[in-house]
Nanobody
Framework: QVQLVESGGGLVQTGGSLRLSCAAS????????MAWFRQAPGREREFVAA????????GYLDSVKGRFTISRDDAKNTVYLQMNSLKPEDTAVYYC???????????????????WGQGTQVTVSS
């Protein structure tokens, strides 16, 4: 009953920036944690960033700390991932995910999330 649609991916040079957006439709609330995951060819899906339903706590993959920022605008049912200082190793398909019943926590396991978007490609050239 919740649909997530990512946008904002593209091709950038090393050191560039992108902002990904994830628009949610259907039943959403501040009980939904939102997260970004990424998956490169031949690699497992990995956690990138998450924000709890209340918007008070965030968590990040160590390699993106200080470069990426996750935020949410519940009035627009949208979550964002601002990506700065991009590196070639950031190249992947980025997926938006939502987890119901998660007002306070920022889970990192992809198996815990209920809903997923279709993904948006981010390519960083060197």
């Amino acid at each position: 009953q919740v649909q997530l649609v990512e946008s904002g991916g593209g091709l950038v040079q090393t050191g560039g920036s992108l902002r990904l957006s994830c628009a949610a439709s259907g039943r959403t609330s501040d009980n939904y944690a939102m997260a970004w995951f990424r998956q490169a060819p031949g690699r497992e899906r990995e956690f990138v960033a998450a924000i709890n339903g209340g918007g008070t706590n965030t968590g990040y993959l160590d390699s993106v700390k200080g470069r990426f920022t996750i935020s949410r605008d519940d009035a627009k049912n949208t979550v964002y991932l601002q990506m700065n200082s991009l590196k070639p190793e950031d190249t992947a398909v980025y997926y938006c995910a939502a987890k119901s019943g998660t007002r306070w926590l920022v889970p990192r396991s992809p198996t815990l999330y209920n809903y997923w978007g279709q993904g948006t490609q981010v390519t960083v050239s060197s």
